[in-house]
């Protein structure tokens, strides 16, 4: 009894006569099965709930729920329907064994019994089950994996589609950057103290990842400077990205500095790729930012503190490594008080502050001005062009340049492309005729030689005299000054 060699299966035998009982219950275990019986087939039907039989041997003829019944009711039980089931019949009778495979019988043996079919055909099955099972298993499995894979597939896609988003508005972007660019020169020009001071802080705050806020009247440079600041950072590799913060509509600012998902408002047609996003790794000039709608300064302020966004529509947080450089020609310090800007912005974004002066205060750099604009443009032009006559470059220095280095340069601009000798003049036309800004030249001028003469202590010549500081010579300062009514505030013994 307890020699018997591992459990082959688990078999149910159901039947009502003893006798069969006797001879499959006395043989089965010595092959290695555990046997369980039932004498009806409402008895196998109660069993088969609990015990689990592999495998189950069914007589035909039974009082009650006959064989074929009994097979039947185990087919259509999703607990049970796996079991394979063998008839037992003593008839040799045909249509017997096909209701038997009708209702769902695998084989069928027959009485009386011979050890040795009975043993090959329960073997049989058992070992066809568990080759159903195991393949069901591996199917399972392979199917699971496919899943998973799928989804990572996906995954991968929708990442590789994310980045094609984003090198295409790279792309796009980069190109109308050229396009702007075509006449915008990168190159600093002019060696006024007040211009060297200003580069001297743009190599130091390069170094560093603070937010830089440029100030200055327009014209002045202002996003020369800021394109001057990360192309001498370790970001130069990277896009500076430019969002022109007049530009930009109250509702569509949002998604133009943080994009949005397909269908996240109607016209959301596809994925939008945001400034903040575009300039991941580089920096990103917002210019005008003195013009920034309220509702447009709260949504700036939580990036700015953060380094974090979601997209319009988009539940995903983005994180970004971005340099700001900010520039404006308002006085901020004055929106703030009067509630234009807020003030906690304002800090943010004041870190590093860069002034750049006006050109009058920096009229030393108009000669070289000149030149660079006039060698840029000639070339272009396909003209030689020299230089400009001493008559021009005196009114030149003289007028005051509300519209400072861009005025300069869209006035050479206007007088290369008229030229028709080698030496530039400027017509009647030009904002500097006398005829048309004679009296607002004359203020200006008044006040910048009286400027420049208070910081000389009324010297007009000399290393340190007011004429050196204008880039004038001390008799046409002197002259000047006459004409327009100037009074030194010091002493200079060489003036009467
Ligand atoms: N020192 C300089 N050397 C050469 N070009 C200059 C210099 N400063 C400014 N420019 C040129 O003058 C033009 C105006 O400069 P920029 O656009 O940087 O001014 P801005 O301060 O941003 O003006 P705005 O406030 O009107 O936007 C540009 O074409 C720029 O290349
Ligand atoms: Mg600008």
Redesign the pocket.
Known sequence: MSTQPVNRGTILIVDDTPANLRVLVDYLPQQGFKVLVARSGEQALEQVRHAHPDLILLDVVMPGLDGFETCRRLKADPRTREIPIIFMTALSDTSDKIRGFEAGAVDYVLKPFKHEEILARVTTHLTLRQLQATLRETNDHLEQRVIERTAELERVLEEVEDLKNRLQAENVYLQEEIRLEH???R????SSPA?LKVLEQVETVARSNSTVLVL??????????ARAIHDRSRRRDRPLVKVNCTAIAGGLVESELFGHVKGAFTGAVNRRVGRFELADGGTIFL??IGELPPEAQVKLLRVLQEREFEPVGSSKTYQVDVRVVA?T?RDLDAEVREGRFRSDLYYRLNVLPLE?PPLRERLQ?IAA?VN?FLQRFSRDLGKEIRGVGRGTMDRLLSYHWPGN??EL?NLVERAAVLATGPILVFGDGAPLSPATTAKRTEEAEGRLIEASLERSAGVIEGPHGAAKMLGLNPNTLRSRMKRLGVKRTGRDPATK
């Open positions: 006449h915008n020169f190159e600093i020009v002019g211009l200055g009247e327009t014209g002045t440079g202002k996003e020369l400077i210019d005008e520039a020609n750049l750099d001005l660079f280095i861009r340069k």
